[in-house]
Structure formats: structure tokens, C-alpha cells
């Protein structure tokens, strides 16, 4: 229903999106979306004794994003778990959703998921309404990692050619269009293949707001000529940098 907002996107830097790190150290979870393991005790980001001080919220997504509204309880996690660790998955906040763990590394270690020993690259789908207990063995040679993906599905008729997702093919053809006119919002410099001068660093533009990462800053001047008006793959001007940098 909010496939022809304006378009938007948010920032997630690696260094804002909340991290947990359970007391043993051996299982940790990078909350890229959602409201769990936010304020758990045994990372340091939260003291437990609701005051809301030094808590870590969730990042935010754009206003008309189908994650912006907690009915549809929305979770993108990257949990890592070490030999010898363990993580209790919670159930899901509201009912109705679908909730996918990939296992995307170190199924050949032996890893746990409830009952079930896994041992090879799978796609579980998971009962949301109960918790699960993610547990891998001592003597395992490496870290194993899941992807996991939650939300309440959207429940629309889908049409999909090339990068567009839509309801119907008339959405799709308006698309296309939308795109060759306006780059879905413009493109704000001269050329497709901007490349900066290195010591600009990261940033994102949105709405010709620049913002850069916590604890990074700009020492561009701003007064280069067109040939520095460039951008190196280091410098990507929505989503360079580290792996946990992502654009929603």
C-alpha cells in the first residue's frame, strides 16, 4: 500500500546499529532491525533498571516502511555463536509472523537449534511463538553463524521484473518510468560514477543533509575541483565500508 511514497532510505553505520554480547562472550547478535536483545544486561548497553538510561534503541527505518510499524514485529538479526556458547532465541512479540534462520556458516562444526543437530547449510523455518535454545559443542573447530529474518507477511498480490517488487504489472511499467525520470528522487551530482577525494570519508546524503558515522568527520573543504568530485569503492556515498554498514 506504500509502494508509491516518496522515495527514502535510512543509514544504518556499523558502529550505531545495536550489538549484544551475552556474559560469556561466546554468543553474539547485531540487531541490524528489531526490538530484541536491545537491553539485555549481560552486554553492557543497558542496566536493566528501567530508567532508560544508556539503553540502545533500534535503528529506525524510513516513515513508510512495512518495519516502521511494531504490528508487523519486523527483525533482522546476525547471530554468532563460538564453541562452547549458547543463545535463547525468543518467541516473536506478535502473533502471525513468519521467522526464517539461515545458517550461513560453520554447519559443518555440529550446531544445535532446539532438538535438532544441524550439519549442514539449511534454511530453517522457525515456530515464532516459542523460544529456541541455539547451542554449539565444545570441541567445534569454528564459529557458527545465522542470518535471521522476521516480519508479518505483507499479504499482497506480487509482480517482479528486474529490481521492482510491486502488485501489479501496471505498477511495474510505472516504475520503470518513475526511474528513467527521476532516478527515484534524483541523483544529486553530475555523474553516475562519482568518485570523491579520499578524505571526505564515509557519509550518506539524504534530502541534501549530509551525516556521517559516530565519531567520523569530513576534513573535505568542499572546494575541489570537478576531477576530485569522485568516489573510490572505500567512499561509497550510501553504504561504503564495514559489512554491518546497511542501507534499509
Known amino acids: 500500500k506504500d509502494k508509491m511514497v516518496d522515495p527514502s532510505f535510512a543509514m544504518f553505520w556499523a558502529n550505531d546499529v545495536p550489538k549484544y554480547v551475552s556474559e560469556d562472550g ?16 549481560e552486554n553492557g548497553n543497558g542496566d536493566g533498571d528501567g530508567d532508560g538510561e ?5 535503528n529506525s527505518p524510513p516513515e513508510n516502511s512495512w518495519a516502521n510499524d511494531p504490528s508487523n514485529d519486523v527483525a533482522v538479526l546476525r547471530l554468532i555463536i563460538q564453541p562452547g556458547g549458547s543463545l535463547v532465541l525468543p518467541p516473536s512479540k506478535v502473533k502471525n509472523v513468519n521467522r526464517s534462520l539461515y545458517l550461513v556458516e560453520g554447519y559443518d562444526h555440529g550446531v544445535k537449534v532446539g532438538e535438532e543437530i544441524v550439519q549442514e547449510k539449511v534454511v530453517l523455518e522457525m515456530d515464532p511463538s516459542k523460544e529456541v535454545t541455539i547451542s554449539v ?6 564459529a557458527v553463524e545465522f542470518l535471521m529474518l522476521q516480519g508479518k507477511p505483507i499479504d499482497e498480490p506480487v509482480a517482479q521484473h528486474g529490481p521492482f517488487v510491486m502488485n501489479t ?9 518513475d526511474y528513467g ?6 541523483w544529486p551530482w553530475p555523474s553516475d560514477e562519482m568518485v ?10 539524504l534530502d541534501g543533509v549530509e ?3 559516530t565519531g567520523e568527520e ?4 568542499g572546494e575541489g575541483d570537478d576531477d576530485d568530485e569522485k568516489k573510490t569503492d572505500e567512499n561509497v556515498c550510501e553504504a561504503g565500508g564495514d559489512s554491518d554498514d546497511n542501507k534499509k
Open 26 to 41: 561466546k554468543a553474539q547478535v547485531t540487531c541490524w532491525f528489531g526490538d530484541y536483545f536491545l537491553n539485555e544486561n
Open 54 to 58: 544508556d539503553e540502545k534503541k533500534r
Open 137 to 142: 559443542q565444545d570441541d567445534a573447530s569454528g
Open 169 to 177: 504489472w501496471a505498477e511495474i511499467s510505472q516504475a520503470f518510468d
Open 181 to 186: 525520470e527521476t532516478k527515484f528522487g534524483g
Open 196 to 205: 570523491f577525494p579520499q578524505e571526505k570519508g564515509r557519509f550518506a546524503l
Open 211 to 213: 551525516t556521517f558515522p
Open 218 to 221: 569530513s576534513t573535505d573543504d
